[in-house]
Nanobody
Framework: VQLQAFGGGLVQAGGNLRLSCAAS????????VAWFRQAPGKERDIVAA????????YYSNPVKGRFTISRDNAKNTVYLQMNSLKPEDTAVYYC???????????????????WGQGTQVTVSS
């Protein structure tokens, strides 16, 4: 599975962006997917996760209530709608897909097997 993340950019605080993660090479409709982010000098942290059927989602505390993860399995794409962006949201955002099966959600980078190249999100104050 090859993942491509896009949709990042420069936005003012309070603005919105929608990231997309498109899969090719193999369907990931049965895979759990997550978005992670990594700011300079910091670890890669989970932002949001979704199970294969979209029946379960997870959000980290810093983004809860502002970000929404969703997926369209027919289009082999997962989205991250980011609203009310803050300067502290500035980071490179990565999408990741796992090979685990079932309806679970996974929270750690080691749980995921395929990674996109990352897309830069910069929020100015």
């Amino acid at each position: 599975v090859q993942l491509q993340a896009f949709g990042g950019g420069l936005v003012q605080a309070g603005g919105n962006l929608r990231l997309s993660c498109a899969a090719s090479g193999r369907t990931f409709s049965s895979s759990p997917v997550a978005w992670f982010r990594q700011a300079p000098g910091k670890e890669r942290d989970i932002v949001a996760a979704i199970n294969w059927s979209a029946s379960s989602t997870y959000y980290s505390n810093p983004v809860k209530g502002r970000f929404t993860i969703s997926r369209d399995n027919a289009k082999n794409t997962v989205y991250l709608q980011m609203n009310s962006l803050k300067p502290e949201d500035t980071a490179v955002y990565y999408c990741a897909a796992g090979q685990k099966r079932g309806s679970g959600i996974y929270y750690y980078p080691n749980d995921y097997d395929y990674w996109g190249q990352g897309t830069q999100v910069t929020v100015s104050s």
